[in-house]
């Protein structure tokens, strides 16, 4: 090797070391004063006194709480979540799907050449951008605080928080997926005078569909935890149950509760698996 | 007519010429194929006919018609009319066969319809006329990742007969396929716009493909027209000096014979590759060299 590089005058040598090398040493250079204002002491975590605090916490949590009458209640707020969530992410799709469709540069006829309407074109998806970007800047318990006092305490606002917010995010990173598949076969059916839906249909979905679904069932996922902190502020489902049992300091009810979390996570997962399964 | 380019010139954002002085005219249902040398500026040339691109300078006529001075409904309408075969069909993988043809009348078909045959296709016996015209009616329901690279390729020219344009134009039409077959496929495109009256233009790397099957050749060398000749006028000289970068033997089609007299190799891999895709390449670029 070594004899071969001396052999060549022009040395093969990577041009881009010197950026990675600096890219590097910024990122290094801006992430240690962020740790300082983050308070960044994970040792903390190990001091004796500290573990004592946090094991006794724990211990409260055993044995799970499994009296019927609590399995009940436990199953109707699971329910409610599961629901809560559901309805926010349908809601949320009907936010996120056509403002995805209006935004991506992939499905743009005026970017090609650029032809005939670019300027409305580009002012049209920058207008969508932001008001993707309004949708999910707010985070979702806002939206609850300030529709729970429309709605009454209830599933209602969480329902319509989650699909503000999650209609905002969906759509921002459907836009992206659908510019980060292959184009070409979306560009090719556009520049043979088909519309949008069936450039969309024909070229781009067969290739995203996989990636578009996974994101989906995550956000679902998110959505499920998303809801149970909104139950906190009185939007109903597992949330409010796991409030009134942390008030009433029942460490084994909240226990059962995580449990059914990691269910409905296990739960997510799989069903995120079939799909792409499906789709592949 | 089928279209007219007078000085027209296109410069790509990096500021590279990819074309210069461009004049040529095509009459409606007339054939001409362009040929030269990798890098010459065959497929900006046909992106530019296909109104996928918009020239730099010069004047452009298109069916007719200045396509970057329509608005945009009538230029979607100009589009609709004129099919463009790719080197690399874009075509998505998990797309069924059916699917990837009748795509070729999306911009016929109003959104409805389009919708509608993603349920049922709308049209399987016209698809499957079309296909039968390249031996491969019977992967009518197949997914195209489970075809070859040559198949692929004559199901994205299938795509473009579905569509029935006034202007074919092709950018490699037959490079994935091995002689036999590239041959009967440019056949069949020639039958196509005799048949239909549909102009046809081609750029073909492979020299004799071209010489074979088009009255009319233009030679492009570094973005320019080198010649714009009649078949029988082009002599060997002007074609030794189109591709005079590339060495002293012309691109042509590779045939068994000449992969047997490469050596061993060579002619196992010919065996080896399905369509002789990767086998043709080897010889061509031992060509090229003058081994």
Known sequence: M??????????ARDPDTRARLGWTLLALVLLWPLLLLAEFRPWALFEANNLQVMGAFLAGFLPPATSTEFLGLLLK????????????????LLIAIPLAILCTRALAVSLIGPGPGRLGGSALRAAGRALLTFLRAIPEIVWALMLVRVFGLGPAAGVLALAVTYGGML?????????????????????????????????????????????????WECAVRASVIMGFVGAGGLGQLMDQSMKMLNGGEAATILLVFLLLVVLADALSATLRRALA | MAFELQGVGLTHGNGFRALQR??????????AAVIGPSGAGKTSLIRLLGVATRPSEGRLNILGRNPWQLPAGELRRLRARIGTIHQAPPIPPRL???????????????????????????????????????DLADRLFDRCDRLSGGQLQRI?????????????LADEPVSALDPALADAALGELVAESERRGASLFASLHAVDLALKWFPRIVGLRAGEVAFDLP?????????????????????????????????????????????????????????????
């Open chain 1, 2 to 11: 070594n004899t071969d590089t001396d052999a060549r005058p022009y040395a």
């Open chain 1, 77 to 92: 707020a699971t329910l409610e979540t599961l629901a809560i969530a559901t309805a926010g992410i349908a809601l949320a």
């Open chain 1, 171 to 219: 759509g921002k990173v459907y836009t992206e997926i659908f510019e980060s598949t292959d184009t070409r076969p979306t560009r090719s059916l556009l520049a043979a005078g088909a519309g949008r839906f069936a450039a969309l249909t024909y070229g781009l979905l067969p290739n995203a569909a996989q990636e578009l679904t996974s994101y989906t069932v995550y956000r």
């Open chain 2, 22 to 31: 461009i004049s040529i005219r095509l009459g409606r249902g007339e054939r």
């Open chain 2, 96 to 134: 069924r066969v059916i699917t990837a043809i009748l795509a070729g009348r999306l911009g016929q078909w109003p959104a409805w319809k389009a919708l509608l045959s993603l349920l049922y296709p709308v049209d399987i016996a016209g698809a499957q006329a079309t296909l039968a015209r390249f």
């Open chain 2, 156 to 168: 994205g020219i299938a795509r473009v007969f579905y569509q029935e344009p006034d202007l074919i």
């Open chain 2, 231 to 291: 078949t029988a006028e082009v002599s060997n000289g002007l074609l030794h000096e189109l591709y005079a970068a590339e060495g002293s033997v012309l691109p042509t089609q590779a045939s068994a014979p000449a992969a047997l007299r490469h050596g061993g190799a060579t002619a196992e891999a010919m065996a080896e590759s399905g369509d002789g895709t990767l086998a043709a390449n080897v010889v061509r670029l031992d060509t090229c060299r003058g081994r």
